[in-house]
């Protein structure tokens, strides 16, 4: 094992003066407010959608099941989790009865009273089709609905698309800061 530093930039974005004007997704998807019963399913969507991403290796407990449950756990009982700014995002599988859950994110409130984004996540078989777009937006909503200014995120530098995704909505760069993790050497 070795350490890597992994280059992260924080993006801020106001939340005065920001329409969250949502498009409706395709018919087959739905959104849930967070449900304490619905914790499971977060962390699932949270192992699935990093577990092959280079968050893992910055993150490892995003890239192992256990992690992602205990992160989960942990992100809901802290005193200063958003429950407004927390949603699933689910897929009805024509045939099937159930649901599929394929979209998740979290917030919680930072000691300066912003909201920060935690951890978003679509599952590879639904990207691109508008959820992340949708979970940003709604988790950004809930923030202001609770009367916050401001929201931001941090992201891997090296993560292009989550980059473009955050600027398209608005979010600017504010900050490069340096995450060391251990990584195994090849
Ligand atoms: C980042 C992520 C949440 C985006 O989810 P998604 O549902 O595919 O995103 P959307 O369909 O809403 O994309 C919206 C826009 O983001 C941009 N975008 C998103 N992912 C992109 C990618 N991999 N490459 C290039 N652009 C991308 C596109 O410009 C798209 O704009 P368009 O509608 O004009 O095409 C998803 O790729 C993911 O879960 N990645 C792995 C986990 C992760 O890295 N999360 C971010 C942690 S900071």
């Given at each position: 094992?070795?350490?890597?530093?992994?280059?992260?930039?924080?993006?801020?974005?106001?939340?005065?003066?920001?329409?969250?004007?949502?498009?409706?997704l395709?018919?087959?998807?739905?959104?849930?407010?967070?449900?304490?019963?619905?914790?499971q399913?977060?962390?699932k969507?949270?192992?699935?959608?990093?577990?092959?991403?280079?968050?893992?290796?910055?993150?490892?407990?995003?890239?192992?099941?256990?992690?992602?449950?205990?992160?989960?756990?942990?992100?809901?009982?802290?005193?200063?989790?958003?429950?407004?700014?927390?949603?699933?995002?689910?897929?009805?599988?024509?045939?099937?009865?159930?649901?599929?859950?394929?979209?998740?994110?979290?917030?919680?409130l930072?000691?300066?009273?912003?909201?920060?984004?935690?951890?978003?996540?679509?599952?590879?078989?639904?990207?691109?089709?508008?959820?992340?777009?949708?979970?940003?937006l709604?988790?950004?909503?809930?923030?202001?609905?609770?009367?916050?200014?401001?929201a931001?995120?941090?992201?891997?530098a090296?993560?292009?698309?989550?980059?473009?995704?955050?600027?398209?909505?608005?979010?600017?760069?504010?900050?490069?800061?340096?995450?060391?993790?251990?990584?195994?050497?090849?």
């Amino acid at each position: 094992m070795g350490i890597t530093y992994f280059k992260r930039f924080r993006m801020e974005i106001d939340l005065l003066g920001t329409l969250f004007e949502v498009a409706p997704l395709p018919l087959a998807y739905h959104l849930l407010p967070w449900d304490e019963c619905l914790l499971q399913e977060h962390a699932k969507v949270k192992y699935h959608s990093f577990c092959c991403e280079i968050d893992a290796n910055v993150f490892p407990c995003l890239g192992d099941p256990e992690g992602c449950s205990r992160l989960m756990s942990d992100i809901s009982r802290r005193e200063d989790f958003v429950a407004e700014a927390t949603w699933l995002v689910q897929f009805d599988e024509v045939g099937r009865s159930g649901s599929l859950s394929c979209g998740t994110i979290q917030g919680i409130l930072d000691g300066n009273g912003s909201g920060s984004i935690q951890n978003v996540g679509v599952i590879p078989s639904h990207r691109g089709c508008g959820i992340g777009k949708w979970l940003i937006l709604n988790a950004l909503r809930g923030f202001r609905d609770i009367g916050l200014k401001k929201a931001f995120l941090e992201v891997t530098a090296q993560n292009t698309g989550a980059v473009r995704l955050y600027r398209q909505l608005g979010f600017r760069k504010v900050r490069t800061v340096y995450k060391a993790a251990e990584v195994a050497c090849v």
